[in-house]
């Protein structure tokens, strides 16, 4: 039994050992400085073989309609809104990171917030691409947007899909900038270090003429502090409006107040498990152990605790308000939730985010790199299926009984969801090639002996 | 300088005499001239433009493939009668079954668009029903025969001229004159007074042609029962709206059985809470589940191989009640036996009793025509001993009556065998297909050395002859029917010919008369000096007889006076003939006709094999349909395959299993599985002609199975509703609960209206309520009427210009029609009580479908609508989500593309369009408007006319087809319309009404008219 009593005065280091701001720039820079081994080949084919098929069966129903999917009579909305949800939620928890725990001043956030960031906005273009493909006719797609035409024709406000056009292209632009904005120093370092002309050329044009003068940082930190602060509210109203597609409408399991909280305490969860796992894979690859300690992901554990036994409260919470609100609709949809024809979905949800996360209890599970690596594909796993039986269950069945239906996905629907994932990934590799996972800046930030220190006597 | 002589050419200085005067002009000649207009060419700017315009036009137009030359008639010369944009209606006559009913064809720009019920005339009073709404595609099919065409036994192949057919023909019937072979001429039962006086003829011009008359669901059996009890094989039709008691046994009188038109209209007539509070009862004894029993107010559950035994012991019990000496009838068990043995409710029974023995004189028990003659019979007896023969009409007309005997047709067919039949002439008929299969037709015809198909579309006897000739569609043909006495209906053409086509009468002229050359007036002149020599006489009008004959052309119904008829004397030695059979442990197959595709023959309208069947919602086939105990003895569920085999044959059958259906029993429908019905129709369902015996020509169609057995595989059904088990509590009359059906019973409803537990409520609601000025449109929809019965969907369908969309997009739950009736299941599944609800878009006034469109394509007019702009669509299908009743419709394809290879974007198929209504394009929401078309023209006229719009005239389409007249419409706000009273009616509710959405469609409740007790 160890003894070693924890000093809770102390803030526990970021960086393991005391690494010199040039190691972290070689270390960091390096896969940028050498050509992709045969490992990234071999992803980067994979991932892009599933982009291919992901294209192809957009195209096939950009030619033949959205009767290629399974979607039908009472579920108009199938697989598209479900990974538009998904996808969503994936991108919630760059921004909480990088924004939220920036304005907390959480430091363990400086090694993880780059590329949770870049993976923001690589799931919101994903998530991008369903709006788009669900209607029916995506090149009159412009109609959603309010300009001014001839036929005085304006845009809905009163409708959520509206909202949500708005609220995600907001995110993503927000996100964009703010990421690009913490990009700028890297840059500068990266023209810095490299002798190639053309990287050298490039890194100049991105890197702005940054010359690290203590002006420069001086307005740098301003304007991330101000962006951070843009982009919090940011966090917490993308998916409280994506909720409000649900929230808005009369569709019993739908019409719920409960929804907005719900479903960014989700969208966080979701986040945190898939910047978790692919930050496992990174760390591993490219030697950041150090960087990205055992102790930064096992916060990131216990932050998954916390959003995953709010969204459980949330699903007893519906349950709860159903039975309460003596509604026969209301009651229904979650009986039939839980024993209806798509009760192995509902199960496979509240197993995955429920009941497996509660294993972060346990600081052995917490600290397991695979036990937590198998606990966040789980989730995400789980996340999904919550977006799948929201949507599909409630308008499978609602309030007549002979327009109920069955909704079933069809190739096509697999092919795209695929395809997504494809992207998310492609855009991922091709990332950690090209840019600087680990803030270059940040990180220096947070090494021990970076910050003026006040001695502590003996 | 001038003196000098300077030139500054050779040819100035030779010619020096004229150059001086020449160089003293500074202007040409004229051109100083005054202006003078006369002077100009005749040619103005005007015209010049117009010339240049011209010749551009002309050398467009002559660079471009234009086809259509001289096929377009620019309205210079305006036709009489035509104005574009404006319907013209004409008076004809529906042939799509033999029911005969007069229509108005309403016409846009010379091409038919529409057909819906003649008000003027007395049988179906301007009601239709769903195949002669949906009939007006059978002109527009796109398979149909476009000239002669050779079949599998003439010696080439391809299209053959009008000229040879006729001079082939000629030379074969005079060869078979010659050579003593038969002339053989197949029809279908001749509903015309001049068509059948022309087959006469042609039997006298060509001596020893044979008339070979069938329908598959002719009545036969009712028929040769009257033979036997009346002495004349004449049917008495029964006046239906004056029965208190309709007793219907094995007959769907309300669904394809008679004259359903009139029978659904009487029916619902007699429930019309808004007229009286006393309603005809109607009971039904049938084995099968349909429409009748569904809408009576009881059914019982019996197989109909026991209604013998079950009509004869009623007969005994309304005799003792009466305490009459009932004829000697076959012993057998008496009712309380019965109905323990059948598992009937003996109380109900106590209760048919004594409402039989109450309205004596007022009641009528109905046999079905698949039952066999024995039933009848004794059917017969049970109405002479309650005096309910006082409830029948006049003798039916002599065209009805005639159909040939199944022996005769057996020894036709094996003349036809044995080389003796030189000619078979199939007018219209489809023997092949129809006939009992151990007949042989198909190998008789094999065996004939000249036979022609008269059909507008290819099918199986037509393939087999030596020539199909192609004929008018009921849109293109003369001719008058009579199916009723004193009720002549007149056909006239509403098109030219689209095709090379001739009516089947005028070949027969044609072929008659050898030496006159065929033209289109053939026929039209023969039936004009029919009328004139033959009918008009009789009538003693004071007009001359063109003018006569205008007259009824537009009116399309003549009404002739009807002879006194001789009061029916039953004879009682009918009775002796009575067998009661004993019927083994096995399973009976009832053979239906289909609900909609008739004997088949409608099998290439996709529009018909879409309608939902009306009770399993099943579309695009036939099935097995099995009780819920039947398939657990089975061991099958729905969509396993099953054999059954009887006597003559066996085939394959997916099941369905039915609630409400009789142990053992399989009810399956005829008109399924052609082989060659066109591109739409073939190979939809099984054919199951292989089980009619030989001799089952037109019935009974009740026929003993040999065996029934699992069979290996399954077969998946689709249908419009997804079925959920009776007995799963989990979701049991969730109809009820959820008060989307409100029922009672009448008796209780008669002591308090209020009983029915209907509340008004204002609910309270965060937006702020949107007033409405002006006329405001609702529709009333009255669940007592509504039978349930379809005609309305295909009503939608046609004016609505909807696609089919085929069995697999059904499957997937993508079905388009804009109105739906929802079917509903309450009570067990062995005795199960059934709810028809016509469903469409309720153009709610809180619409939650239009709030959440972002661009506004759905929207709320000032009149009340609901709209739907498709160019505005982008197709989110967020309003169809939101849509709490689901009737929202979304073109996941370009259907018509989609549909068997673009079948129905095929010509002609779009003139068929109704004009006022746009075609929808792929990706596009759309659902019912109240035919907003028909509202804006009753607008129009309004403005037109200078009076104030009241929207007094205008009908839905729903509304004009409904047989029941179930559906009303109108304008809210005038407090003397009929919808006001429907709204306000205690009766009167909306469904869902508590989520504050205000539809504006309402309902009144069914009340069941059942005798005092609860039910149970």
Redesign the interface.
């Known amino acids: 039994m160890s003894t070693a009593v924890v000093d809770y005065t102390r803030e526990e280091p970021v960086v393991a050992g005391r690494p010199t701001a040039s190691e972290i720039d070689a270390v960091v820079s390096a896969p940028l400085d050498r050509p992709p081994a045969r490992t990234w080949w071999i992803a980067f084919g994979i991932t892009s073989t599933m982009l291919g098929i992901g294209v192809v069966c957009v195209a096939v129903t950009l030619w033949l309609g959205l009767g290629v999917w399974g979607v039908n009579q009472p579920v108009s909305w199938g697989f598209d809104i479900v990974n538009f949800v998904f996808w969503v939620g994936i991108g919630h928890a760059g921004t909480l990171i990088s924004a939220i725990l920036f304005l907390l001043r959480q430091r363990w956030r400086n090694g993880i917030a780059r590329f949770a960031e870049a993976m923001t906005i690589f799931a919101v273009m994903c998530a991008g691409i369903f709006p788009l493909l669900h209607t029916g006719r995506p090149w009159l797609s412009l109609y959603l947007t309010p300009y001014p035409n001839q036929h005085a024709l304006w845009v809905n406000f009163t409708s959520p899909l509206l909202w949500d056009v708005f609220a995600v292209s907001t995110y993503f632009t927000v996100s964009a900038v703010f990421w690009y904005l913490g990009l700028v120093p890297d840059f500068a370092t990266l023209r810095d270090r490299t002798t190639h002309p053309v990287k050298k050329l490039v890194y100049s044009i991105f890197s702005l003429g940054w010359r690290h003068s203590s002006r420069h940082w001086t307005h740098f930190e301003r304007a991330y502090l101000i962006l951070a602060g843009f982009a919090t509210p940011l966090v917490l109203s993308v998916h409280t409006i994506v909720s409000f597609d649900f929230a808005v409408s009369v569709i019993p399991g739908w019409h719920t107040t409960i929804f907005p909280p719900y479903f960014v305490a989700g969208a966080v969860f979701s986040g945190f498990a898939m910047v978790q796992n692919s930050l496992i894979v990174v760390r591993q690859v490219f030697r950041l152990k150090h960087l990205i300690t055992l102790s930064t992901l096992e916060k990131m554990n216990k932050v998954m605790i916390v959003t995953g036994s709010m969204v459980g409260y949330a699903y007893a919470m519906e349950f709860f308000v159903a039975w309460y609100s003596g509604s026969q609709f209301e009651t229904f949809v979650f009986v039939n939730r839980a024993l209806g024809p798509y009760a192995w979905a509902y199960w496979t949800m509240v197993t995955c985010n429920v009941v497996f996360p509660q294993l972060f209890w346990f600081k052995k599970v917490r600290t397991s790199i695979p036990m937590m690596f198998v606990i966040a594909i789980f989730v995400n796993v789980g996340m999904w299926f919550e977006r799948f039986v929201i949507v599909v269950t409630s308008l499978s069945r609602d309030f007549l009984p002979s327009s109920w239906g069955h909704y079933m996905p069809s190739i096509y629907d697999v092919g795209i969801f695929v395809g997504s994932l494809g992207l998310f990934f492609t855009l991922i590799l091709l990332f950690v090639r090209v840019l600087p996972v680990i803030s270059l800046a940040e990180i220096k930030a947070v090494i021990p002996g970076a910050q003026p220190e006040r001695h502590r006597p003996h | 300088m001038n003196e000098r002589n300077q030139w500054r050419s050779l040819h100035e200085e030779q010619d020096a005499g004229t150059t001086p005067e020449m160089k003293s002009q500074e202007f040409m000649d004229g051109v100083t001239d005054a202006f003078d207009p006369e002077t100009l060419s005749p040619l103005s700017r005007k015209q010049f433009l117009a010339l240049m315009a011209a010749s551009a036009a002309f050398a467009a137009t002559g660079c471009t493939n234009y086809r259509d030359k001289g096929e377009i008639v620019p309205y210079n010369k305006k036709p009489e009668e035509v104005t574009p944009g404006k319907a013209n209606l004409y008076a004809s006559t529906c042939t799509a079954c033999p029911q005969a009913c007069g229509i108005l064809v309403k016409t846009r720009e010379g091409r038919p668009v529409k057909l819906d019920g003649n008000p003027d005339h007395p049988v179906n009073r301007g009601r239709s029903c769903a195949t002669g709404q949906a009939a007006i595609l059978n002109l527009y099919d796109p398979a149909r025969l476009r000239a002669p065409h050779t079949g599998a036994a003439a010696s080439g192949t391809g299209e053959v001229s009008w000229d040879r057919i006729d001079s082939e023909a000629a030379r074969q019937l005079a060869a078979c004159i010659r050579d003593g072979k038969q002339i053989v001429l197949m029809t279908a039962p001749v509903t015309s007074p001049t068509a059948q006086k022309l087959i006469l003829e042609f039997r006298a011009a060509f001596p020893g042609t044979k008339v070979i008359v069938y329908d598959r669901f002719h009545q036969e059996t009712r028929r040769s029962a009257w033979e036997l009890c009346y002495g004349s094989a004449a049917l008495r039709p029964v006046a239906w709206e004056k029965a208190r008691l309709i007793v219907a046994l094995e007959a769907d009188i309300l669904g394809n059985e008679g004259f359903t038109v009139e029978q659904t209209r009487a029916v619902a007539g007699a429930r019309d809470i808004m007229v009286s509070n006393t309603f005809v009862r109607l009971y039904s004894v049938e084995g099968t589940m349909s429409l009748t029993g569904t809408n009576a107010d009881y059914r019982c559950r019996l197989h109909p191989e026991a209604q013998l035994e079950f009509v004869l012991a009623l007969t005994r019990a309304v005799a003792a009640k009466l305490k009459l000496a009932a004829a000697s009838l076959p012993a057998g068990p008496d009712l309380a036996a019965i109905a323990h043995r059948r598992g009937l409710p003996l109380k109900t029974l106590e209760h048919l009793v004594d409402d039989l023995v109450t309205l004596r004189g007022k009641g009528i028990v109905y046999a079905g025509s698949a039952l066999n003659t024995d039933v009848h019979v004794a059917v017969n007896y049970l109405n002479e001993l309650l005096g309910n023969t006082a409830l029948y009409g006049p003798a039916e007309p002599a065209t009805a009556v005639t159909v040939t005997p199944p022996a005769d047709v057996a020894s036709t067919i094996a003349d036809m065998k044995a080389g003796k039949v030189g000619f078979v002439a199939h007018l219209d008929v489809n023997p092949v297909y129809h006939l009992p299969k151990v007949l042989g037709y198909a190998e008789a015809l094999k065996s004939v050395r000249f036979s022609v198909a008269m059909t507008d579309v290819e099918n199986e006897t037509a393939q087999l002859c030596t020539y199909m000739l192609p004929v008018h569609t009921m849109l293109e043909s003369w001719g008058d029917h009579t199916v009723r006495t004193g009720v002549i209906s007149l056909q006239q053409p509403v098109i030219a010919p689209l095709y090379a086509t001739r009516q089947q009468e005028a070949i027969l002229l044609r072929w008659m008369s050898a030496s006159t050359p065929f033209s289109e007036l053939l026929y039209q002149e023969y039936l004009k000096r029919h009328w004139e020599s033959a009918v008009f006489p009789s009538l003693g009008r004071l007009t001359d007889f063109l003018t006569f004959w205008q007259m009824a052309l537009h009116d399309g119904v003549v009404t002739t006076p009807v002879s006194a008829q001789a009061p029916l004397q039953f004879r009682k030695d009918a009775l002796a003939s009575l067998r009661l059979q004993e019927h083994p442990d096995r399973y009976a197959v009832v053979l239906l006709a289909s609900p909609y595709l008739g004997d088949g023959r409608w099998a290439n309208n996709g529009w018909l094999q879409e309608l939902p069947h009306p009770i399993s919602k099943v579309v695009w086939d036939n099935y097995a349909a099995i009780s819920p105990a039947a398939a657990r003895a089975l061991g099958v569920e729905s969509n396993d395959l099953i054999e059954v085999s009887t006597e003559s044959g066996k085939v394959t059958l997916p099941v369905f299993v039915q609630p409400g259906t009789a142990e053992q029993l399989i009810a399956v429908s005829l008109g399924y599985g052609r082989w060659n019905a066109g591109p739409v129709g073939s190979n939809v369902g099984v054919d199951v002609t292989p089980l009619l015996p030989a001799g089952c020509l037109t019935g009974p169609r009740v026929v003993r199975a040999m065996s029934v057995s699992k069979s290996e595989g399954s077969y998946a059904l689709a249908s419009t509703?997804?079925h959920?088990a009776l007995d799963d509590t989990?979701?049991k009359d969730?109809?009820l609960?959820?008060h989307?059906i409100r029922e009672g019973i009448l008796e209780e409803y008669r002591k308090d209206p209020h009983s029915l537990g209907i509340e008004r409520k204002e609910h309270e609601s965060i937006s702020p309520r949107v007033e409405f000025v002006g006329v405001k449109w609702a529709m009333a929809i009255d669940l007592n009427k509504c039978t349930g019965c379809n005609a309305c969907v295909a009503g939608c369908n046609v004016e609505n210009n909807l696609p089919v969309i085929g069995k697999e997009?059904v499957a997937?739950?993508?079905?388009m029609q804009w109105i739906?009736i929802?079917?509903?299941y309450s009570g067990t599944p062995e005795e199960p009580l059934a709810s028809h609800?016509p469903?469409l878009c309720q153009h709610c006034d809180n619409a939650?479908c239009e709030?959440?469109?972002?661009?506004?394509a759905t929207n709320h007019s000032p009149d009340g609508l609901n709209q739907m702009i498709y160019n505005?669509?982008?197709?989110?299908?967020?309003c169809?989500?939101?849509c709490?009743?689901?009737v929202r419709?979304?073109?996941?394809?370009?259907f018509r593309d989609?549909l068997a290879d673009g079948y129905y974007q095929q010509e002609p198929v779009s003139l068929m369009h109704n004009p006022e209504v746009t075609v929808r394009?792929?990706?596009?929401?759309e659902k019912c408007t109240f035919c907003v078309q028909r509202i804006m023209e009753a607008r129009q006229h309004a403005t037109e006319a200078g009076v104030t719009f009241d929207g007094k005239q205008v009908e839905t389409a729903c509304q004009q087809a409904c047989p029941a007249q179930a559906i009303v419409f109108g304008n809210m706000h005038d407090p003397g319309a009929d919808i006001s009273r429907y709204r306000e009616h205690p009766a009167g509710y909306d469904?869902?009404g508590e989520?504050n959405?205000k539809p504006n469609v309402t309902y009144l409740a069914r009340l069941r008219n059942i005798h005092s007790e609860k039910r149970a």
């Open positions: 509703q997804e959920h989990f979701v969730f109809h609960k959820r989307i997009q997937k739950g993508r079905e739906r929802d079917r509903y609800q469903m939650p709030n959440v469109c972002p661009v506004v505005r669509c982008v197709g989110t299908k967020y169809s989500n939101n709490p009743y689901k419709r979304f073109n996941f394809f370009n989609h394009s792929r990706g596009v929401m469904v869902l989520l959405v």
